[in-house]
T-cell receptor, first 113, second 113 residues
Framework: KAGVTQTPRYLIKTRGQQVTLSCSPI?????VSWYQQTPGQGLQFLFE???????NKGNFPGRFSGRQFSNSRSEMNVSTLELGDSALYLC????????????FGSGTRLTVV | GENVEQHPSTLSVQEGDSAVIKCTYS??????FPWYKQELGKRPQLIID?????GEKKDQRIAVTLNKTAKHFSLHITETQPEDSAVYFC????????????FGIGTKLQVIP
């Protein structure tokens, strides 16, 4: 079966712009979590969605937001981009969240110039 | 919230030797501890996990141990091979509550042929 699909794979944006990233989970998975990965900072949790509801949120500013649709696909939006937002953004899906192991997507590499 | 500390941050071993990565967690309610391997340019992939009702789990050359009293868990890789070279992440989660999966900072393992 298809894995977790993230689009686009690469993105270059200018400071001040906004960006939307997309994640399609494995069929049947209802939980989607988003992480920011930067060198030296590991995997920083952004938020988790389950059945269209945000169930958990990390310590990121309000510029970072997300949503989940009825088909479990999720989008993440970052407004007013800053240079420090340059990172690999990973989404992970699981059947119910929290355990049973995440399956990660390949990520979206965002570069802010 | 949960805090996961992981060390060492880098580890070099000779091919055939063993490698050990250690993690500690802070939330006594955490009861699920997965480990992920991320090869260069690829997505993190679950390699093994352990639940709090088990003290040790093995899968071929990989083993995890958990000490709930001390709140630490470790990954052991025996007979290391060059293809084991990657970044390894430990994580902790509470499967009984709607809490995020918290990752350690990662350990870059280099296996020298």
């Amino acid at each position: 079966k298809a894995g977790v699909t993230q689009t686009p794979r690469y993105l270059i944006k200018t400071r001040g712009q906004q960006v939307t990233l997309s994640c399609s989970p494995i069929s049947g998975h209802r939980s989607v979590s988003w992480y920011q990965q930067t060198p030296g900072q590991g995997l920083q949790f952004l938020f988790e969605y389950f059945s269209e509801t945000q169930r958990n949120k990390g310590n990121f500013p309000g510029r970072f937001s997300g949503r989940q649709f009825s088909n479990s696909r999720s989008e993440m939006n970052v407004s007013t981009l800053e240079l420090g937002d340059s990172a690999l953004y990973l989404c992970a899906s699981s059947f119910a969240g929290r355990e049973a192991g995440y399956t990660f997507g390949s990520g979206t590499r965002l570069t802010v110039v | 919230g949960e805090n996961v500390e992981q060390h060492p941050s880098t580890l070099s071993v000779q091919e055939g030797d063993s490698a050990v990565i250690k993690c500690t967690y802070s939330d006594s309610a955490s009861n699920y501890f997965p480990w992920y391997k991320q090869e260069l340019g690829k997505r993190p992939q679950l390699i093994i996990d352990i639940r709090s009702n088990v003290g040790e789990k093995k899968d071929q050359r990989i083993a995890v141990t958990l000490n709930k009293t001390a709140k630490h868990f470790s990954l052991h890789i025996t007979e290391t091979q060059p293809e084991d070279s990657a970044v390894y992440f430990c994580a902790a989660a509470n499967s009984g509550g709607y809490q995020k999966v918290t990752f350690g900072i990662g350990t870059k393992l280099q296996v020298i042929p």
